[in-house]
């Protein structure tokens, strides 16, 4: 069956825009977490859905970032004015559940550049 | 809050040679402990994890770990390293709820022929 996507796959930005990076968990996945892995410091927590639950936000290091998940599926992280310390590629993982059991299905990234 | 240590950046090992990866942990509850792969341009795989009961876990790809309590400490083995197993491995804590996961930073492993 099909697992997490991401899309790009690649981002170059210009310091200062903003962009949007896609996530589609594996259908019926009721959890989607957001993660950055930046060279040399392993994966970091940004966010986390869980159904229709606040969001943990925990994670996010700057007001400059958000994301939001639409119809309990897809999720879309946006980072405003972006800055080169965003280089960095995004991880998207979903998880049918919160039950303890349930694996996190991590898709295959996006790579950020920031110019 | 829970964190992960893994002291090693960099490992070689000769192929067929056994492997031993290091990971500390800090707790103050019981642990869920995870370890994932990332080979070159893909996602994570999750290798193992635990949550309870024996302390020696067994996970794909002929991976094991073992949990000590007492050295707060889950190190990944595997007794015949092959070229295929050159990746990232990453150690995770996850929280009580086991609602996020907090991942050392990694160690890298290079196989020699």
């Known amino acids: 069956g099909a697992g997490v996507s991401q899309s790009p796959s690649n981002k170059v930005t210009e310091k200062g825009k903003d962009v949007e990076l896609r996530c589609d968990p594996i259908s019926g996945h009721t959890a989607l977490y957001w993660y950055r892995q930046s060279l040399g410091q392993g994966l970091e927590f940004l966010i986390y859905f869980q159904g229709n639950s606040a969001p943990d936000k925990s994670g996010l290091p700057s007001d400059r970032f958000s994301a939001e998940r639409t119809g309990g599926s897809v999720s879309t992280l946006t980072i405003q004015r972006t800055q080169q310390e965003d280089s960095a590629v995004y991880l998207c993982?979903?998880?049918?559940?919160?039950?303890?059991?349930?694996?996190?299905?991590f898709g295959p990234g996006t790579r950020l550049t920031v110019t | 809050a829970q964190s992960v240590t893994q002291p090693d950046i960099h490992i070689t090992v000769s192929e067929g040679a056994s492997l031993e990866l290091r990971c500390n942990y800090s707790y103050g509850a019981t642990p869920y402990l995870f370890w994932y792969v990332q080979s070159p341009g893909q996602g994570l795989q999750l290798l193992l994890k635990y949550f309870s009961g024996d302390t020696l876990v067994q996970g794909i790809k002929g991976f094991e770990a073992e949990f000590k309590r007492s050295q707060s400490s889950f190190n990944l083995r595997k007794p015949s390293v092959h070229w295929s197993d050159a990746a990232e491995y990453f150690c995770?804590?996850?929280?009580?709820?086991?609602?996020?996961?907090?991942f050392g930073k990694g160690t890298m492993l290079l196989v020699s022929p």
């Open positions: 995770a804590v996850a929280d009580s709820g086991y609602s996020t996961l907090t």
């Open positions: 993982a979903s998880r049918l559940g919160p039950g303890l059991g349930e694996e996190q299905y």
